[in-house]
């Protein structure tokens, strides 16, 4: 095992190969409070990506309701669960990691889904309403709330999946951190799906390999983003790269929500694969759930959002969310305007801070018929 730094969990850790960091990483920040399950992003990758013979039951994106939705099925308490009760208060992280915590003779401490456990993806997630009684209060086994997430391959820094792959089929690309299975090398064992905490790799049992999220290289190569960013309809998503803390540059929107103003939080930072998608996290969940999900720091995050209208800054990076199929490199606000800049510099996109309304007279002379106002 090598020592490498995890500046998620601000220190060292053992990993199964040294450090070794991609030019230029690929990100995305994910801003929960947007998302409304309408699961177009699932729809655009399933049509692209994974409509073929043994991929049936494969979402290379899914969005599961938290806090009662899975994909497979417990997925992440089921991990919890294996790894125990962990503490982190801030600053560096003082528990185990899933490398360290690998049981012997194994690289990564992790649990295979059965075929069933991806059966039913959203059946009753959202069922936390129903009927009371006059007098009562719902209480368990549902709490009335919950929340939307959207979850891709994290292209993690330290992978699980590549970590645990006895074959060396699994890679990095040096260009862009992408993280690829090499069909011609695999050999269906499956050790990636085991070790994959997030559970983002998926075995073919037609073809005997493993398939996971290739975060649409064909489209970052031609610095446009993925199919399940540009289809979001509730424009929740931006995709980008993200530079190491002591390199970030605030004009980088990815750099500017998670490193600069840190409201971007990574998904279960305590397992130590330093994944690369980071979420706003949900403003009206109990910060204790969210401090479990995303780590430290949450309190802080929903802090900074909340203000966000009276943050013209925050505000406008936030509106430039989903609003252009290119990559946006840079950000800059001017007055009341926001510019998103492609990586050659060239503005690839403008939006307002506020949307203009514009109210019409309720009857058109000119036509002589009544028109309904939707602001
Ligand atoms: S999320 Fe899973 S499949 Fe994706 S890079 Fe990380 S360990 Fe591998
Ligand atoms: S398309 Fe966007 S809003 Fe709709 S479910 Fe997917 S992430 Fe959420």
């Known amino acids: 095992m090598a020592r490498v730094f995890n ?5 060292e850790m053992s990993y199964w190969y040294p450090e070794s960091r991609p030019k230029k990483q690929f990100a995305a920040v994910f801003d929960i409070n947007k998302c409304i399950a309408c699961q177009t992003c699932t729809l655009a990758c399933k049509t692209t990506w994974t409509s073929g013979k043994g991929q049936e039951y494969m979402l290379w994106n899914n969005v599961e309701t938290k806090p009662y939705g899975y994909y497979p099925l417990a997925w992440d308490v089921k991990l919890l669960q294996e790894l125990g ?5 801030g600053g560096p992280y003082p528990g185990q990691t ?3 915590s690998a ?3 194994e690289r990564v401490l992790g649990w295979r889904p059965q075929e069933i456990d991806y059966a039913h993806p959203n059946m009753g997630e959202d069922d936390c309403a129903g009927r009371v009684d006059k007098g009562c209060s719902l209480a368990i086994p549902h709490m009335n709330w919950f929340f939307y997430m959207a979850r891709i391959c994290n292209h993690c820094t330290y992978p699980a999946c590549l970590a645990s792959c006895p074959r060396g089929s699994i890679y990095k690309r040096p260009e862009d951190g992408i993280v690829l299975v090499d069909q011609g090398r695999c050999r269906g064992y499956q050790e990636c799906v085991k070790a994959c905490p997030y559970k983002k790799v998926f075995f073919n049992p037609l073809t005997g390999t493993s398939e996971k999220c290739i975060a649409c290289f064909p489209k970052m190569e031609q610095g446009l983003v993925p199919q399940c960013f540009v289809n979001c309809i509730g424009k929740i998503r931006m995709a980008g790269y993200i530079s190491k803390p002591e390199d970030a540059r605030p004009e980088n929107p990815i750099d500017y929500l998670v490193h600069i103003r840190k409201i971007a939080k990574p998904l279960f ?4 694969l330093e994944p690369n998608v980071y979420y706003i996290p ?3 969940a109990p910060v204790s759930f969210s401090h479990m999900l995303f780590g430290p720091g949450v309190e802080h995050a929903i802090k900074e959002y ?3 209208p009276n943050d013209p800054d925050l505000a406008g990076l ?3 969310f989903g609003s252009s199929e290119t990559v946006v490199a840079k950000w800059k606000r001017q007055g009341d305007w926001v510019s998103g800049y492609g990586e050659d510099g060239a503005e690839v996109v403008k939006v307002p801070l506020r949307e203009p309304v514009h109210v019409r007279a309720g009857l058109d002379p000119a036509h002589g018929v009544v028109r309904t106002n939707c602001p």
């Not at 009760?85 to 208060?89: G, L, R, S």
């Not at 930072?269 to 130590?272: D, K, L, N, S, V």
């Open 7 to 11: 500046w998620q969990l601000g220190r």
């Open 85 to 89: 009760a962990q503490t982190w208060d």
């Open 98 to 100: 899933l490398f360290e």
């Open 103 to 105: 049981r012997a003779g």
């Open 269 to 272: 930072p305590q397992f130590g």
């Open 282 to 284: 949900p403003i009206h």
């Open 306 to 308: 909340r203000d966000a």
């Open 318 to 320: 936030l509106g430039l």
